[in-house]
């Protein structure tokens, strides 16, 4: 006779106590019409659920937690709202609050949170009050926004390693709010119609900016790079868009490998650009188009390497270049290192200031129609070289120019032509050479050399000549 060994009931306590160790989640909620409110929480493993709502009071929240995750949400029509929060492991999420054409789509708000490893999020809303919030922290990020209609609201946070972003809104009175943490960051920003505002923040690592505002105008954009790869890249169309200013923080690039380009096409345009904490630095402003005016333009440099250009098409022009040290140096198209560029045949009342203190240095004003003025300070024991040109039948303001070297190895060429010129030029010691050219009208030159190398030659043509040339101490 067999016997037989009966298990304890404390074994049995066990066994029924132990966890089921799978956990293969799937989830799929479908409502259609009215008050649909749907929420589902899955918590481990292989994840991924669906939600599809339909016409209404539609409400959505979502919680995964942990491995595979997949969330897709897709909303139609009246009170949309979707939350889905996923964290750990390959994370994915698309919301989507439109259904196919059927409806006004009216008060979308996504929020989307994902938290490590391999996060994606597309939120995608067309239509009415969209809002979207898109959080993801750490390792390879990705997000894409687009939002079409008036007053969209974007916020993508993506904090740490391989980041990317695409926000793209469609509308007026759009803003955009994108702050990338460290790592691969790259960012697209395209808002289209008019009287958007965006700001793009990627604090350090390998930084690059794209942002394209079109339509009528009056965009405003700032972008804020601090340290490493840099390169910030924005296009404007349009009246009265702002590119930053005093005020406004405009590109602000801290240090390493710098690029900053502004591109501003129409007319009442402003455009800032900061390079600051050293590094590669290249600046360049390009405003206006065949017909514009009242063009501001600042850009700032604050040691190494340095090269900076500011071109204005137009008339009422002010344009300024600051170089704190280093090369100023010239790189690719920027033979001077730096230098203005403003008006045409019929530009009038334009400005240009350009100040490098000091090392490398090398400067260029080109202005062309009425009423110009210019100045360019160098500053001392730099490699020294200004050229200003102006053109044009004189005017109110006159043409102008004032050149100060301050010392090491100057030289400068002042070539005015048109009525009642002006032209100064102090070099104030070591290897100077002044050559001004002036032609027709009420020509005066002036130029000090205090000493060294000395050269002088004026030349004047046409009317109220006067020249006075002082040479050493």
Do not use: C
């Not at 930053?244 to 345009?269: E, H, Y």
């Amino acid at each position: 006779m067999k016997a037989y060994l009966l298990p304890s009931a404390s074994a049995l306590a066990m066994i029924a106590a132990a966890p089921a160790l799978a956990q293969d989640n799937e989830s799929n909620v479908t409502q259609t019409g009215s008050s649909a409110i749907a929420t589902v929480t899955q918590t481990g493993a292989s994840g991924e659920s669906t939600i599809l709502q339909g016409g209404v009071a539609a409400n959505a929240k979502l919680t995964q937690d942990g491995t595979d995750n997949i969330s897709t949400i897709n909303q139609g029509g009246n009170t949309n709202k979707a939350t889905v929060d996923q964290s750990g492991n390959d994370n994915e999420s698309t919301v989507n609050q439109d259904d196919g054409t059927g409806s006004s789509d009216d008060n979308n708000t996504a929020n989307v949170t994902q938290s490590g490893s391999d996060n994606i999020s597309v939120v995608t809303q067309t239509n009415d009050f969209s809002t979207a919030t898109v959080i993801q922290e750490n390792v390879s990020n990705d997000s894409d926004v687009l939002q079409s209609g008036d007053l969209d609201v974007a916020s993508v946070t993506q904090d740490g390693s391989d980041n990317e972003s695409d926000v793209d809104q469609a509308g007026n009175l759009n803003t955009a709010t994108i702050a990338q943490g460290g790592d691969g960051n790259t960012s697209d920003l395209t808002q289209t119609s008019g009287l958007n505002t965006a700001i793009i923040r990627q604090p350090g690592s390998d930084n690059t900016a794209t942002a394209l505002q079109a339509g009528v105008g009056a965009n405003t954009l700032n972008v804020l790079q601090d340290g490493d790869g840099n390169t910030a890249s924005v296009t404007q169309f349009g009246a009265g868009n702002e590119a930053g200013s005093i005020a406004n923080a405009g590109v602000i690039q801290s240090g390493d490998d710098g690029t900053a380009t502004v591109v501003q096409d129409g007319g009442l345009q402003s455009a800032f650009i900061e390079q600051k904490g050293g590094s590669l630095n290249i600046a360049g402003i390009n405003q206006g188009g065949a017909v514009s005016t009242d063009h501001t333009a600042e850009i700032r440099q604050d040691g190494s390497s340095n090269s900076s250009d500011v071109v204005q098409r137009g008339f009422n022009q002010r344009a300024i270049i600051s170089q704190i040290g280093d090369d100023n140096a010239a790189s690719g198209t920027f033979v001077y290192g730096a230098q203005i560029i403003q008006g045409d045949a019929s530009g009038r009342d334009n400005d240009a200031t350009i100040t490098q203190l000091s090392d490398g240095n090398r400067a260029l004003t080109n202005q062309q129609g009425e009423s110009l003025s210019a100045t360019v300070t160098q500053g001392g024991n730099g490699g020294n070289t200004s050229t200003v040109l102006q053109s044009g039948t004189g005017g109110a303001v006159l043409l102008n120019a004032d050149v100060l070297q301050n010392g090491a190895d100057n030289t400068s060429l002042v070539d005015q032509g048109g009525t009642s010129q002006t032209a100064n030029v102090d070099q104030l010691g070591e290897d100077n050479l002044s050559n001004i050219v002036q032609t027709g009208s009420g020509n005066t030159a002036s130029v000090t050399q205090n000493s060294d190398g000395n050269q002088s030659f004026i030349t004047q043509g046409g009317t109220g000549h006067t020249a006075t040339v002082t040479q050493g101490s």
